[in-house]
């Protein structure tokens, strides 16, 4: 629960105490002459389990540090070792009450409770821009209009990185858009990114079964995503709307056609973050730009402009920024007047020879990097991402 947090605590030292503390010592003020009672405490406790929406990890930290503030008082716990992420981030957390009063992070967690209740409440009507077809999907907008199934990555506070609710919910999404009667599927991104890539803290939740259970259910995963795309029967467009990194990227190789705004950048820093390439990249990309231009951008992690990612092969066209909306949805508006089945048909005899050996393709892709999730390399590269070390 408590990654985003333990990157927040893994900050130096007076941020991480002006984030958490400023609001506790600022409720605790303002509240001098008030202390929540047990009753009011156990009602705002019931209260969080009600909360529609997640609150995200780092208030969940916060809820989490007042509770053991207000029922054991200070943290006097020994300190996890650094790899275990999860229990360092709340002993941090934690510890940083120091010798808060318990009443007052009772206080102050009823009060958290109460803004959290008012605010999530008010979020989950539907924001502006938010289109009121996309229920049922947590991490995606999903509308289907003028022949056109767009799937719209949601998540622009953390640049659209792609977290494993958002792997299930593409996959769900597509599936549907293969049945729908939609003629065209396009896949695009809600804000300044396209995509950041896999979700980094996908890393940290580790199951029972330690590391190497995590590395094999996610292989299993990745393997089912990529392989929606490979079967995809209808023309699939992406829409790439800003930067795209890592396996946002990869995947435009089994994409029908890739418009981008010339905001956009493509970028596969897996060397950096010790894995391998995915997607079928291994494959797709050398096929698009050879093997030269594939080795820059897979191997040394080179990061195209849209302008070069047209000239090796990998977009169909770039388009200004500032008119990159209305032109490309002008175009594919017309593309969804064609007759549906030729379509789908010419899709098929383009792609189905090939089909069989993107199978392979990713299946062998999927075990590498099974095996590199597991490296020293690959470990350390997350860790130095979610302690704000580096950064792409
Ligand atoms: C063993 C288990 C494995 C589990 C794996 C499951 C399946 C795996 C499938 C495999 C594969 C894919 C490979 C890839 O996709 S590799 C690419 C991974 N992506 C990255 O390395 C990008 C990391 N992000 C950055 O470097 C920067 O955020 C940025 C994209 C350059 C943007 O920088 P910015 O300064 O403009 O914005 P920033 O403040 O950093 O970001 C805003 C918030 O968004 C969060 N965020 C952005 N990208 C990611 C990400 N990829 N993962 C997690 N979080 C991300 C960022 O942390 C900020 O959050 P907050 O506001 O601080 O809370």
């Not at 408590?2 to 900050?11: D, K, V």
């Not at 999404?173 to 980094?200: F, M, P, R």
Request: aromatic share 8%.
């Amino acid at each position: 629960m408590a990654i985003a947090a333990w990157r927040l605590a893994q900050r130096s030292c007076p941020s991480y105490l002006q984030v958490i503390s400023f609001p506790v010592v600022q409720l605790h003020m303002n509240r001098a002459a008030m202390t929540a009672s047990q009753k009011d405490f156990e009602n705002a406790m019931n209260q969080v389990k009600l909360l529609k929406k997640d609150p995200g990890n780092e208030v969940k930290l916060k809820l989490y540090a007042l509770y053991k503030q207000a029922t054991e008082g200070p943290c006097n716990m020994p300190k996890p070792g650094v790899f275990d992420l999860i229990n360092k981030a709340k002993w941090d957390a934690w510890n940083t009450l120091g010798s808060l009063p318990k009443e007052t992070a009772r206080q102050n967690y009823v009060d958290l409770v109460s803004s959290l209740s008012s605010s999530l409440e008010s979020s989950s009507q539907v924001e502006p821009g938010t289109d009121r077809k996309s229920t049922g999907y947590e991490t995606l907008m999903v509308t289907s209009e003028d022949g056109i199934t767009k799937i719209t990555l949601n998540r622009p506070a953390k640049k659209n990185a792609i977290n494993v609710e958002m792997y299930h919910e593409i996959m769900r999404a597509l599936k549907a858009a293969s049945k729908d009667d939609s003629s065209i599927t396009v896949l695009t991104g809600n804000g300044d990114y396209y995509s950041s890539g896999n979700d980094l803290t996908n890393f940290t939740d580790i199951p029972p079964g330690g590391v190497e259970e995590k590395a094999k259910n996610s292989a299993i995963l990745l393997r089912e995503f990529v392989g929606c795309f490979i079967d995809f029967p209808k023309p699939l467009i992406a829409v790439v709307n800003g930067p795209a990194v890592g396996i946002s990227v990869t995947i435009l190789g089994l994409f029908d056609a890739v418009y981008a705004s010339d905001r956009a950048t493509f970028h596969t820093p897996f060397s950096h973050l010790g894995q391998s390439p995915e997607g079928c990249s291994s494959y797709t990309f050398l096929k698009i730009m050879g093997p030269a231009k594939a080795t820059e951008m897979l191997v040394f992690g080179k990061k195209l402009t849209a302008g070069e990612a047209c000239a090796q092969g990998l977009v169909t066209a770039v388009f200004p920024d500032s008119t990159f909306q209305k032109e490309v949805w002008t175009r594919l508006k017309a593309f969804a007047k064609l007759p549906p089945n030729a379509m789908r048909i010419s899709k098929e005899v383009i792609r189905n020879r090939e089909k069989e050996k993107l199978h392979a393709v990713n299946a062998e892709e999927c075990s590498v990097l099974q095996e590199r999730w597991l490296s020293d390399e690959c470990m350390n590269a997350v860790v130095n991402f979610l302690s704000r070390k580096s950064k792409l």
